[in-house]
Each structure stands twice: as C-alpha cells, then as structure tokens.
C-alpha cells in the first residue's frame, strides 16, 4: 500500500520569498517520488524526481526537494518566488511492485504575491 | 511535436449521452494511463494499458471502457453519461512499467449538462 500526503491544500508567499511545499509519503516498496507543476487550465508539467540515487534533487526552474527516508517526506524548496510560480503543485509517489502504481497527493495551490 | 495528444480538449454534453476521448503518444511508450481530475483538482488515476493489455482498473464505473487498439493510442468511450462525469481527463504515458516519469496530455475537459 502507499499513499502521498500533502500537508497544505494553500501556499502563499511573497515574490522573491522563499517556498516550501510539504510532501510525506508512505510506501511498502522502495519509491520513486515525483512533483509535477500544472498551471492554471493546463496539463501537467515534470518538476523533478527522485528515483534512489542522490537524496537532493535539483528540477527546473530552481525547484528541488530532498529525500529524508526517515521522516518519509520530499517536500519541495525554491530559494526565491517568482510571479510564474503560481501553480497547483503535486507530489507523487510510484514504484514498480508488479506493476506501476501511482498514486498522486491532493496537490497545493501555491499563490505568489507581488 | 506534440508527445502526447489528446482529443477533443473540450466536451460539453447533455445526460445520458455516450462519448469517446482520443488519445495518442509518439513517445514510443509501452504503458499509458487514464486520470481523472475533478474539480478539487484531486487527480485518480481510472486505467492503465501496457503494450494493449489492461493491467490497472482502479474501481471505475463499467460506463467508462477503455480501448487499446495499438500501443500508441489509447481511448476512452463513456455510456450514459453523468452529472458527475464532470471533470477534466488526463492521458499519459511512460516508458515502462518501472519507476517512470509520467508524460501528460493537456487533458480534455468534459463538462455533463
């Protein structure tokens, strides 16, 4: 079984501030984790993975999100918010037991204020 | 060079109707997927095919049949349409059935009336 948890269903920050999405996961099998950005009346766009190599992993547009087994998160970071960050967020997690169960969290809206 | 392709991009509808939702990949993609995305944006992922085999059927109403004819398209027909079929509908693919990025269609908002 596995299942995504994400924290906050809203985010807002201040442009040029720094952004934090939660993300915790649970999971029977070793995961891969993702997050993916939609912008409004969009489809969804690849922001990083993580697929067990190294725990800090860096995704476009200055995003990235570290691995911590122990505390089964990923939450994803950027140092400084721009207005084009305004985006539903979603954290995903998958792994290959048989098949490819993916399983998405309930997303975050992220609101950048100018 | 779209990926992955999806038709139509809007569906607007009366009850009880029955229709389909194309999708296609030049991905070269063995596995692709449907999801739906309700309102609350909550994405559920419905069916997933790998090389024209069902192989995920997360509980959907028998109303929604999907249909692989070739392992680059999948379709999705739906009887009977409801009120709460409302919702906008996903397609994506990946390259296996590994631990893979999924490549997303820009979606099909369907809207029952």
């Known amino acids: 079984a596995q299942s995504v948890t994400q924290l906050d269903s809203h985010v807002s920050v201040s442009e040029g501030t720094p952004v934090l999405l939660r993300c915790n996961y649970s999971?029977?099998?070793?995961?891969?984790l993702f997050w993916y950005v939609q912008h409004p009346n969009k489809g969804l766009q690849l922001l990083l993975k993580y697929t067990s190599a190294a725990t800090l992993v860096k995704g476009i547009n200055g995003f990235e999100a570290e691995f911590k087994k122990s505390e089964t998160s990923f939450h994803l970071t950027k140092p400084s918010a721009h207005m084009s960050d305004a985006a539903e967020y979603f954290c995903?997690?998958?792994?290959?037991?048989?098949?490819?169960?993916?399983?998405f969290g309930t997303g975050t809206k992220l609101q950048v204020i100018p | 060079d779209t990926a992955v392709s999806q038709t139509p991009k809007y569906l607007v509808t009366q009850m009880g109707n029955d229709k389909s939702i194309k999708c296609e990949q030049n991905l070269g993609h063995d596995t692709m997927y449907w999801y739906k995305q309700d309102s609350k944006k909550f994405l559920k992922i419905m069916f997933s095919y790998n090389n024209k085999e069902l192989i995920i059927n997360e509980t959907v109403p028998n109303r929604f049949s999907p249909k692989s004819p070739d392992k680059a398209h999948l379709n999705l027909h739906i009887n009977s349409l409801e009120l709460g079929d409302s919702a906008v509908y996903f397609c994506?693919?990946?390259?296996?059935?590994?631990?893979?990025?999924?490549?997303f269609g820009p979606g099909t908002r369907l809207t029952v009336l």
């Open positions: 999971s029977s099998y070793s995961p891969s």
């Open positions: 994506a693919s990946t390259p296996g059935q590994g631990k893979n990025t999924q490549y």
């Open positions: 995903v997690v998958t792994h290959s037991g048989g098949y490819q169960k993916v399983t």
